[in-house]
């Protein structure tokens, strides 16, 4: 079997690899294989072959994939996670809140949290809030 054939392998390989990763990369070796398959196709030596697919996935890795990622990765909506999701959550003061270090307690989603009044007002139990800010486990919550 002509050397070709296994860089034509090796680059079918690499891509499908890509298929089950993220990010682009495994898909630029894949274009350096096929270089190097021209290279083998051409007569060249291994070493030429070699250089010729170290040289192409570099290059498409610095061009293609930037490429690929804007296509692929466009601005699309931003899903908040961990704590950022809480803010804008709607709940329950369950213990006396005021605006001291202290705080209360506010249930949320069914989950107990300290919490804090963003302007210092002391929200007695039963009051509506929602969270407009958190710092580690301690809400910042305001009337509704």
Do not use: H
């Amino acid at each position: 079997m002509d050397i070709w054939l296994y860089w034509v392998i090796a680059a079918l390989l690499l891509f499908i690899i890509e298929l089950f990763t993220v990010g682009f990369a495994v898909v630029c070796l894949s274009i350096g294989a096929g270089g190097g398959a021209i290279a083998a196709a051409c007569d060249a030596s291994l070493e030429m072959q070699f250089l010729t697919f170290a040289i192409i996935s570099l290059i498409a890795l610095a061009g293609v994939r930037p490429l690929l990622k804007r296509a692929f990765y466009r601005g699309g909506e931003k899903v908040a996670t961990n704590a950022s999701a809480m803010i804008g959550k709607r709940g329950v003061v369950c213990e006396e809140v005021d605006g001291d270090v202290e705080g209360g307690r506010v249930m949320i989603e069914g989950v107990d949290w300290r919490a804090i009044t963003a302007d210092g007002k002391i929200l007695s139990k039963g009051t509506k809030v929602e969270v407009v800010a958190i710092d580690s486990v301690v809400l910042t919550v305001k009337k509704l």
